[in-house]
């Protein structure tokens, strides 16, 4: 069974940094992992995706400059550094697993339980 464990969300304050993990475990090949972010009322908005293979990285434009996407394939982990945060930033964060494509129109099959990140102003 394929799992996503997130970690690494809490409290910061405006313009300082996180960086979140998500650990997945029960898969032969991964395509690519991603990040989703969640607004309160709102429905999950693409971040980041990263493919697995290459590293090859695509950003939403509201985090382009800001966030970084990384992957450590010996650990099947992928994190994502996130600088220079804003409160327009709060949410809770998922993680994904699936094709590259899918990733970005949010079809992928996998995904983490979320973890909360706030941004005090």
């Known amino acids: 069974q394929v799992q996503l464990v997130e970690s690494g969300g809490g409290l910061v304050q405006a313009g300082g940094s996180l960086r979140l993990s998500c650990a997945t475990s029960?898969?032969?090949?991964?395509?690519?992992m991603g990040w989703f972010r969640q607004f309160p009322g709102k429905e999950r908005e693409f971040v980041a995706v990263?493919?697995?293979?290459?590293?090859?990285?695509y950003y939403a434009d509201s985090v382009k400059g800001r966030f970084t996407i990384s992957r450590d394939n010996a650990k099947n982990t992928v994190y994502l550094q996130m600088n220079s945060l804003k409160a327009e930033d709060t949410a809770v964060y998922y993680c994904?697993?699936?094709?590259?494509?899918?990733?970005?129109?949010?079809?992928?099959?996998?995904w983490g339980q979320g973890t909360q990140v706030t941004v005090s102003s």
């Open positions: 994904t697993s699936g094709s590259y494509s899918k990733i970005q129109k949010g079809e992928s099959d996998y």
């Open positions: 990263i493919s697995w293979a290459v590293g090859a990285t």
């Open positions: 029960g898969r032969t090949f991964i395509y690519a």
